[in-house]
């Protein structure tokens, strides 16, 4: 049928509906419309004009359908959800079990939490975990300065004169290709024996330590053999460490020299190619090496910085931002005749890792052009140093320089800017092979208490970038005991497979002095640490007593989270720290940034607050009420946190000594009582320390039955309190099932399954045959259900989940079902609690066709009314299901039920999905609210590199037998013009790893990304509202009413006429964030508030800058160069020993 052009006034065409004009010519609401922000929406007959009021009343007359009226639909309405309320009495059982409770009060006690006492207690055994480390990390630090200095150093020391275990022997044994394979130098390195050893989740060897020496340091040399010697003693110091405290992990000594001494030995966990670990870029080591850093880095793009210098440059630059922590602040801009910022960031900003990410992928955009001007450079980077307006570090101020070369020393600005007091040190770096004279550069950084470094290569990047904590060691090594002060770290990911841990860290200084009455040694030896994994710390939290919504949490001086239930990174990078911010962990208010800001200060306290908190399945948000305590943790960076809902603050504790009744419950464990009981689940806790865990419920179950046959639930091998509860709560259960499921037919309303899960750690499922179909997390405190339903009153309806991505669901064999579920509040005297979730399961086609008929105009007894050719009848959801829609929608905005049989395989979607135009209707009119958020532990696919302004994904170091092969050794000059020869064959290769070369490591299978997620809630429209959405030709009206007492949106319109009307979709679905989340150049405008650590040290009189660098080079004569040429291209050159990677000065 041709549908006329519209005209306002004019009536609508279609013999199927009553005739009534066009709606308004006003435009259809979208996403920019600007919507109210509080109160309900106006009645609709305030806001149509008379006309358009028509087609809600009944028209005497009519031989057609009108859309119903507004208190038919609240019938509609009131009648769903007498039909749910009557079910869940009958068969969820919530009166039943308050009273099976209370029939059983003689086998439980009421306890109660009090928040105060339970924080501060936690607080004090964290803080006895801790310090018992700080002991042993002290002995060690000790031990280690005493071992060196009585240490005497050998020039003449050989390899085969040292005996330890090589870490990385037995990968490099297993690979042909290695240097040492080749030279066949293993005659020092001990083979050794292990054992698997849960705690460390690897195998071990008490016996020794372990080795471990970055690829490109040469292991032979007189320095590293030097410190192999000196730092053997602190084997036995390791091993008398664990004899007095059993449970310490890794013991580490990280040395200035790259050198790790580890304790136990293990194999080290490299990957297949490329090793890129060096102990000094571990966010430990930085953190004790050095206090706080502002660095502001400036990079000559000159037209004299072009190809393989500009490149050089670049990387190096994106090495030394590895080099800095959280405590650090950083910018980072480029210079020719002016001076600019690389990126977006006019300021310095936190070194944290969204930061650095921004600055690495502006600097690969920088361009080489124009004239040098280190003038521009120096007055840009002091300005920044100057700039007290902005959050910054406050401790160690320094300028990176990197250039090619240049004449001007620029003095006047040193003068101006930091003369007589030097508080800005300069570290100025010449990158490239070229015959400038160096001596500007040398006296910029001798002139500044700083250092010279030169980078001729790529293989030289990595050691030269990061020597320059040698020199802010300086203050720390003069300050003595002051500066012997233990840290402690955020939270990272161990290289050795513990997971996350947080790392004690104690630098040790050289004690040694050159001679009678000479100055005191200046070198950082390297820094102490020792590992606590976070699953220990845990452990001394409660966890079950709290309920499934209660935690502990805990907060650094950045407010990043060290214990947290959403800290679950889904991938870690062991060279990046584990930074969650507590406002990103939890969704972001006014009264959590005050509580932030409170811990942050090492601050008590106490707060109830009305806050939303995202669903376990992430699909949901609900308004609730949290009760907040903090205390800090004293000897500590850290604040710790406990988060109450006023229902847990009591909970039950079983008192079952009567051995015969313990038994008579066990036995509803049994699988052979399932039949007739009803199937249990048991969550996976830890009841007992031999139980074997196992991802399989039904695994878990047999493997605790067995434990219990030969163990009492009083064995002081388990733990005491899971034990008698989940034993109560299943006879508890089982009298359920004897009282109310037995005895009822499910099929006579339609219920797949019903189902009852507890505190305790119990779920039964009745009948049995639905557990097949269960499933749901056998831990109640993990499922989402169970935790929604205590945090809201009535009824809670789950649809199944559906990604948009995936299938229809599969409605065959009546198994696909929709779960209700409510809390069970038991009130005990004057204490209240909720122990238990109980439920039934609908059977979705079923329960689909009983909600056609609860939407008409009959009853179950009449038969569906017909309209007559003379009368005058309302459409209802069951005749007039062609041109009626009647769904209804979660509060997540899910599909839930509906009238149309082809929406039945949609169950589960986001409803926008399903009538785009209808949800945006009721979002515009308030119905639902909007809430987004950033996910920044999600895991992403790595993205192929761009071909302009990427970031190179990775950056190849050649091992020392890459560097050979070009005969490193054999002339500067000569070795310069190989590059430029061989540019445009290897170029690539050297800056970006090949993903051959990674294989195996998780970087290159997954990276870490930032994802956008929104939710939806109710909002402030609680009563019934007529409305139209507005589409020309093409408007529909609709009636949406909150369902009371359940989670539940019933909405009645008309089905579209036509498809004009699409408007833009809300999207529901977890999105990537190209840009790395929110605009970072706009969160740096308002930084969040944090605390740098208590103590800085960048400054000391005594301090010697006499060690600030200098250069070695030698212009080489025409026909030397041109001979050395010809001997690298026919590669006849003998293959030398390798290069020391190890500065000049750690010759000890």
């Given at each position: 049928?041709?549908?006329?052009?519209?005209?306002?006034?004019?009536?609508?065409?279609?013999?199927?509906?009553?005739?009534?004009?066009?709606?308004?010519?006003?435009?259809?609401?979208?996403?920019?419309?600007?919507?109210?922000?509080?109160?309900?929406?106006?009645?609709?007959?305030?806001?149509?004009?008379?006309?358009?009021?028509?087609?809600?009343?009944?028209?005497?007359?009519?031989?057609?359908?009108?859309?119903?009226?507004?208190?038919?639909?609240?019938?509609?309405?009131?009648?769903?959800?007498?039909?749910?309320?009557?079910?869940?009495?009958?068969?969820?059982?919530?009166?039943?079990?308050?009273?099976?409770?209370?029939?059983?009060?003689?086998?439980?006690?009421?306890?109660?939490?009090?928040?105060?006492?339970?924080?501060?207690?936690?607080?004090?055994?964290?803080?006895?975990?801790?310090?018992?480390?700080?002991?042993?990390?002290?002995?060690?630090?000790?031990?280690?300065?005493?071992?060196?200095?009585?240490?005497?150093?050998?020039?003449?020391?050989?390899?085969?004169?040292?005996?330890?275990?090589?870490?990385?022997?037995?990968?490099?044994?297993?690979?042909?290709?290695?240097?040492?394979?080749?030279?066949?130098?293993?005659?020092?390195?001990?083979?050794?024996?292990?054992?698997?050893?849960?705690?460390?989740?690897?195998?071990?060897?008490?016996?020794?330590?372990?080795?471990?020496?970055?690829?490109?340091?040469?292991?032979?040399?007189?320095?590293?053999?030097?410190?192999?010697?000196?730092?053997?003693?602190?084997?036995?110091?390791?091993?008398?460490?664990?004899?007095?405290?059993?449970?310490?992990?890794?013991?580490?000594?990280?040395?200035?020299?790259?050198?790790?001494?580890?304790?136990?030995?293990?194999?080290?966990?490299?990957?297949?190619?490329?090793?890129?670990?060096?102990?000094?870029?571990?966010?430990?080591?930085?953190?004790?090496?050095?206090?706080?850093?502002?660095?502001?880095?400036?990079?000559?793009?000159?037209?004299?910085?072009?190809?393989?210098?500009?490149?050089?440059?670049?990387?190096?630059?994106?090495?030394?931002?590895?080099?800095?922590?959280?405590?650090?602040?950083?910018?980072?801009?480029?210079?020719?005749?002016?001076?600019?910022?690389?990126?977006?960031?006019?300021?310095?900003?936190?070194?944290?890792?969204?930061?650095?990410?921004?600055?690495?992928?502006?600097?690969?955009?920088?361009?080489?052009?124009?004239?040098?001007?280190?003038?521009?450079?120096?007055?840009?980077?002091?300005?920044?140093?100057?700039?007290?307006?902005?959050?910054?570090?406050?401790?160690?101020?320094?300028?990176?320089?990197?250039?090619?070369?240049?004449?001007?020393?620029?003095?006047?600005?040193?003068?101006?800017?930091?003369?007589?007091?030097?508080?800005?040190?300069?570290?100025?770096?010449?990158?490239?092979?070229?015959?400038?004279?160096?001596?500007?550069?040398?006296?910029?950084?001798?002139?500044?208490?700083?250092?010279?470094?030169?980078?001729?290569?790529?293989?030289?990047?990595?050691?030269?970038?990061?020597?320059?904590?040698?020199?802010?060691?300086?203050?720390?090594?003069?300050?003595?005991?002051?500066?012997?002060?233990?840290?402690?770290?955020?939270?990272?990911?161990?290289?050795?497979?513990?997971?996350?841990?947080?790392?004690?860290?104690?630098?040790?200084?050289?004690?040694?002095?050159?001679?009678?009455?000479?100055?005191?040694?200046?070198?950082?030896?390297?820094?102490?640490?020792?590992?606590?994994?976070?699953?220990?710390?845990?452990?001394?939290?409660?966890?079950?007593?709290?309920?499934?919504?209660?935690?502990?949490?805990?907060?650094?001086?950045?407010?990043?989270?060290?214990?947290?239930?959403?800290?679950?990174?889904?991938?870690?990078?062991?060279?990046?720290?584990?930074?969650?911010?507590?406002?990103?962990?939890?969704?972001?208010?006014?009264?959590?940034?005050?509580?932030?800001?409170?811990?942050?200060?090492?601050?008590?306290?106490?707060?109830?607050?009305?806050?939303?908190?995202?669903?376990?399945?992430?699909?949901?948000?609900?308004?609730?009420?949290?009760?907040?305590?903090?205390?800090?943790?004293?000897?500590?960076?850290?604040?710790?946190?406990?988060?109450?809902?006023?229902?847990?603050?009591?909970?039950?504790?079983?008192?079952?000594?009567?051995?015969?009744?313990?038994?008579?419950?066990?036995?509803?464990?049994?699988?052979?009582?399932?039949?007739?009981?009803?199937?249990?689940?048991?969550?996976?806790?830890?009841?007992?320390?031999?139980?074997?865990?196992?991802?399989?419920?039904?695994?878990?179950?047999?493997?605790?039955?067995?434990?219990?046959?030969?163990?009492?639930?009083?064995?002081?091998?388990?733990?005491?309190?899971?034990?008698?509860?989940?034993?109560?709560?299943?006879?508890?259960?089982?009298?359920?099932?004897?009282?109310?499921?037995?005895?009822?037919?499910?099929?006579?309303?339609?219920?797949?399954?019903?189902?009852?899960?507890?505190?305790?750690?119990?779920?039964?499922?009745?009948?049995?045959?639905?557990?097949?179909?269960?499933?749901?997390?056998?831990?109640?405190?993990?499922?989402?259900?169970?935790?929604?339903?205590?945090?809201?009153?009535?009824?809670?309806?789950?649809?199944?989940?559906?990604?948009?991505?995936?299938?229809?669901?599969?409605?065959?064999?009546?198994?696909?079902?929709?779960?209700?579920?409510?809390?069970?509040?038991?009130?005990?005297?004057?204490?209240?609690?909720?122990?238990?979730?109980?439920?039934?399961?609908?059977?979705?086609?079923?329960?689909?066709?009983?909600?056609?008929?609860?939407?008409?105009?009959?009853?179950?007894?009449?038969?569906?009314?017909?309209?007559?050719?003379?009368?005058?009848?309302?459409?209802?959801?069951?005749?007039?299901?062609?041109?009626?829609?009647?769904?209804?929608?979660?509060?997540?905005?899910?599909?839930?039920?509906?009238?149309?049989?082809?929406?039945?395989?949609?169950?589960?979607?986001?409803?926008?999905?399903?009538?785009?135009?209808?949800?945006?209707?009721?979002?515009?009119?308030?119905?639902?609210?909007?809430?987004?958020?950033?996910?920044?532990?999600?895991?992403?696919?790595?993205?192929?590199?761009?071909?302009?302004?990427?970031?190179?994904?990775?950056?190849?170091?050649?091992?020392?037998?890459?560097?050979?092969?070009?005969?490193?050794?054999?002339?500067?000059?000569?070795?310069?013009?190989?590059?430029?020869?061989?540019?445009?064959?290897?170029?690539?290769?050297?800056?970006?790893?090949?993903?051959?070369?990674?294989?195996?490591?998780?970087?290159?299978?997954?990276?870490?990304?930032?994802?956008?997620?929104?939710?939806?809630?109710?909002?402030?429209?609680?009563?019934?509202?007529?409305?139209?959405?507005?589409?020309?030709?093409?408007s529909r009206l609709f009636h949406a009413q909150r369902l009371t007492n359940t989670n539940l949106l019933f909405v009645v319109a008309e089905k579209p006429l036509c498809s004009q009307c699409e408007a833009g979709r809300l999207l529901q679905k977890e999105t990537h964030c190209p840009a790395d989340g929110p605009e970072q150049c706009e969160l740096v405008q308002r930084p969040r508030y944090r605390r740098g650590p208590h103590i800085c040290f960048d400054y000391n009189a005594t301090e010697d800058t006499s060690d600030c660098g200098r250069g070695a080079s030698f212009p080489p004569s025409l026909g030397v160069l041109v001979s050395l040429q010809l001997l690298l291209l026919l590669g006849l050159p003998p293959r030398p020993q390798p290069q020391v990677l190890v500065h000049a000065s750690r010759r000890l």
């Amino acid at each position: 049928m041709a549908v006329p052009a519209r005209t306002c006034g004019a009536s609508r065409p279609g013999p199927a509906r009553t005739a009534r004009p066009w709606p308004g010519c006003g435009p259809q609401p979208g996403p920019g419309t600007r919507r109210p922000t509080s109160g309900p929406p106006r009645p609709l007959w305030l806001l149509l004009p008379p006309l358009l009021l028509l087609p809600l009343l009944a028209a005497p007359g009519a031989s057609a359908y009108s859309f119903p009226q507004q208190h038919t639909m609240q019938h509609w309405a009131r009648r769903l959800e007498q039909e749910v309320d009557g079910v869940m009495r009958i068969f969820g059982g919530v009166q039943q079990l308050r009273e099976i409770y209370k029939d059983n009060r003689n086998l439980f006690e009421v306890q109660e939490n009090e928040p105060q006492k339970l924080v501060e207690k936690v607080a004090g055994d964290i803080e006895s975990l801790l310090d018992r480390k700080v002991q042993a990390l002290k002995r060690l630090a000790d031990a280690a300065e005493n071992f060196q200095k009585a240490h005497r150093w050998q020039d003449n020391i050989k390899e085969e004169d040292i005996v330890y275990y090589d870490a990385k022997a037995d990968a490099e044994l297993d690979d042909p290709e290695s240097e040492d394979v080749e030279r066949g130098s293993k005659a020092s390195t001990l083979r050794l024996d292990f054992i698997e050893d849960p705690n460390f989740k690897n195998k071990v060897n008490y016996s020794y330590a372990a080795v471990q020496i970055p690829t490109d340091i040469y292991k032979g040399s007189t320095v590293i053999l030097n410190e192999l010697n000196w730092t053997e003693a602190l084997e036995n110091v390791f091993m008398e460490n664990r004899r007095q405290d059993p449970t310490l992990l890794w013991q580490v000594f990280g040395s200035a020299t790259g050198v790790t001494r580890y304790y136990p030995a293990t194999p080290w966990r490299a990957p297949k190619k490329i090793d890129l670990y060096d102990v000094r870029r571990r966010p430990w080591y930085i953190q004790g090496a050095s206090s706080p850093k502002d660095m502001v880095i400036i990079v000559d793009v000159s037209g004299s910085v072009s190809g393989l210098t500009l490149k050089l440059m670049k990387t190096s630059v994106c090495e030394m931002l590895d080099t800095l922590s959280d405590d650090d602040y950083v910018n980072v801009a480029s210079f020719n005749e002016k001076a600019q910022p690389v990126s977006c960031f006019t300021h310095l900003v936190q070194a944290n890792v969204r930061n650095k990410k921004v600055f690495k992928e502006a600097v690969q955009g920088m361009v080489a052009k124009g004239t040098t001007g280190y003038k521009a450079g120096f007055e840009y980077a002091f300005d920044q140093l100057q700039n007290s307006n902005i959050t910054r570090a406050n401790c160690n101020k320094m300028i990176m320089m990197f250039t090619d070369g240049g004449e001007d020393r620029v003095q006047d600005v040193f003068e101006k800017y930091n003369w007589p007091n030097r508080t800005v040190r300069v570290f100025t770096f010449s990158v490239g092979q070229h015959n400038y004279d160096v001596t500007p550069l040398q006296w910029m950084a001798c002139a500044n208490k700083g250092y010279y470094f030169e980078i001729p290569s790529i293989g030289a990047i990595r050691i030269n970038t990061q020597e320059y904590l040698d020199v802010l060691g300086r203050p720390m090594v003069l300050a003595g005991k002051e500066a012997k002060q233990v840290q402690w770290t955020n939270v990272y990911e161990d290289a050795l497979g513990l997971g996350l841990v947080v790392t004690g860290t104690l630098p040790v200084f050289n004690l040694t002095q050159d001679g009678p009455g000479e100055k005191k040694n200046q070198l950082i030896l390297g820094v102490m640490g020792i590992d606590v994994a976070l699953n220990d710390i845990k452990r001394l939290t409660p966890n079950y007593t709290l309920g499934a919504n209660g935690y502990v949490f805990a907060i650094d001086l950045n407010g990043y989270v060290l214990l947290h239930p959403n800290l679950k990174p889904q991938t870690t990078n062991f060279r990046e720290p584990v930074t969650l911010d507590f406002l990103d962990a939890e969704l972001e208010d006014e009264n959590k940034e005050e509580i932030r800001r409170s811990m942050i200060d090492g601050n008590k306290g106490h707060k109830q607050i009305r806050t939303l908190v995202k669903s376990l399945d992430e699909r949901y948000i609900d308004e609730v009420t949290r009760n907040y305590t903090w205390v800090p943790i004293r000897s500590t960076n850290y604040s710790l946190g406990l988060v109450l809902p006023p229902y847990s603050t009591f909970y039950l504790q079983a008192n079952l000594s009567d051995q015969i009744l313990q038994v008579k419950y066990f036995e509803f464990l049994l699988p052979s009582s399932f039949e007739s009981e009803g199937h249990v689940f048991i969550a996976p806790r830890e009841y007992c320390k031999d139980l074997n865990a196992s991802d399989n419920n039904t695994e878990f179950l047999k493997n605790f039955i067995e434990l219990m046959e030969k163990v009492t639930p009083d064995s002081k091998q388990c733990n005491n309190f899971l034990l008698h509860n989940l034993i109560l709560d299943t006879g508890i259960t089982q009298q359920l099932v004897e009282r109310v499921w037995r005895d009822q037919d499910l099929n006579t309303y339609s219920l797949l399954a019903v189902f009852a899960a507890t505190d305790g750690g119990i779920t039964r499922v009745f009948p049995n045959k639905a557990a097949e179909d269960w499933t749901e997390n056998p831990e109640p405190f993990n499922a989402s259900f169970y935790r929604r339903s205590l945090d809201n009153h009535g009824y809670v309806f789950k649809p199944p989940h559906q990604d948009a991505l995936l299938r229809p669901l599969e409605l065959e064999n009546d198994t696909v079902g929709i779960l209700v579920s409510t809390a069970v509040e038991l009130s005990l005297g004057r204490r209240t609690l909720r122990p238990a979730v109980v439920g039934v399961k609908l059977d979705l086609e079923a329960w689909a066709e009983k909600f056609k008929v609860l939407a008409s105009n009959r009853t179950h007894q009449d038969q569906p009314q017909k309209c007559g050719p003379n009368s005058h009848c309302e459409m209802d959801c069951e005749v007039n299901n062609e041109d009626l829609l009647c769904v209804l929608i979660d509060d997540g905005g899910f599909l839930v039920l509906s009238n149309q049989n082809h929406q039945w395989d949609q169950v589960g979607r986001f409803f926008s999905e399903v009538d785009a135009n209808l949800m945006l209707a009721l979002y515009n009119n308030s119905f639902y609210t909007r809430k987004e958020s950033y996910d920044y532990q999600a895991a992403c696919a790595p993205q192929p590199p761009g071909n302009l302004g990427a970031a190179p994904r990775g950056v190849f170091v050649p091992t020392v037998a890459d560097f050979l092969n070009l005969a490193w050794w054999t002339s500067a000059a000569a070795w310069s013009l190989f590059q430029q020869l061989l540019y445009g064959l290897i170029y690539h290769s050297w800056f970006q790893a090949d993903p051959a070369e990674a294989e195996g490591s998780p970087e290159t299978r997954e990276s870490s990304c930032v994802m956008k997620q929104t939710q939806y809630y109710f909002g402030s429209v609680n009563s019934s509202y007529n409305a139209i959405i507005d589409c020309g030709n093409c408007s529909r009206l609709f009636h949406a009413q909150r369902l009371t007492n359940t989670n539940l949106l019933f909405v009645v319109a008309e089905k579209p006429l036509c498809s004009q009307c699409e408007a833009g979709r809300l999207l529901q679905k977890e999105t990537h964030c190209p840009a790395d989340g929110p605009e970072q150049c706009e969160l740096v405008q308002r930084p969040r508030y944090r605390r740098g650590p208590h103590i800085c040290f960048d400054y000391n009189a005594t301090e010697d800058t006499s060690d600030c660098g200098r250069g070695a080079s030698f212009p080489p004569s025409l026909g030397v160069l041109v001979s050395l040429q010809l001997l690298l291209l026919l590669g006849l050159p003998p293959r030398p020993q390798p290069q020391v990677l190890v500065h000049a000065s750690r010759r000890l």
